[in-house]
T-cell receptor
């Protein structure tokens, strides 16, 4: 069964450093998402991406965040200058298209630890 | 703003007993509702979804949920719990016209012998 994959599974970085989290969505999917879950808190939407542009973003997704689809398979989340409060589990998801009834399929997550 | 409330951050049941995980939504328009499960060290997996068709929705692993507009609820049930059901369960909502999921705080289900 096709699945969303994410690398790395765990990333440790120093405050102020840039990190890139990588995702490979399901191959025929067109809509991509990033969510995050701070330890002990709810899963929060960050951004959605369709047709090579941001479709929707949350207040969390400020100028230090960016997303990119550098090739036909990868979808990345870049955090330019990490802060302690960026420590969280980051989930990538994809869905077939823009229909709101489409299921979002989630990857296993990347745990980001900012020291 | 749309949101979901999950009552009970931790629920414990005996193996073979009924599982009931509660979710209430707030939305001014009919929502789309989802239940996801997260096993330890894994991503979120869809259990079932309500998309304004049948109000009783059947999902994987014997779970089902009933959309009750009058109660603004979408509770998740399973007649007989199994040890393998131990996991965290998330209710989520999205409204037509947007695609972001808004999650509840999650309910950790523990199944005891």
């Amino acid at each position: 069964e096709p699945e969303v994959t994410q690398t790395p599974s765990h990333q440790v970085t120093q405050m102020g450093q840039e990190v890139i989290l990588r995702c490979v969505p399901i191959s025929n999917h067109l809509y991509f998402y990033w969510y995050r879950q701070i330890l002990g808190q709810k899963v929060e939407f960050l951004v959605s991406f369709y047709n090579n542009e941001i479709s929707e973003k949350s207040e969390i997704f400020d100028d230090q965040f960016s997303v990119e689809r550098p090739d036909g398979s990868n979808f990345t989340l870049k955090i330019r200058s990490t802060k302690l409060e960026d420590s969280a589990m980051y989930f990538c998801a994809s869905s077939e298209d823009r229909d709101p009834t489409d299921t979002q399929y989630f990857g296993p997550g990347t745990r980001l630890t900012v020291l | 703003a749309q949101s979901v409330t999950q009552l009970g951050s931790h629920v414990s049941v005996s193996e073979g007993a009924l599982v009931l995980l509660r979710c209430n939504y707030s939305s001014s328009v009919p929502p789309y509702l989802f239940w996801y499960v997260q096993y330890p060290n894994q991503g979120l997996q869809l259990l079932l979804k309500y998309t304004s068709a049948a109000t009783l929705v059947k999902g994987i692993n014997g779970f089902e949920a009933e959309f009750k507009k009058s109660e603004t609820s979408f509770h998740l049930t399973k007649p007989s719990a199994h040890m393998s059901d131990a996991a965290e369960y998330f209710c989520a909502v999205k409204r037509g016209g947007g695609n972001k999921l808004t999650f509840g705080t999650g309910t950790q289900l523990k199944v005891e012998l």
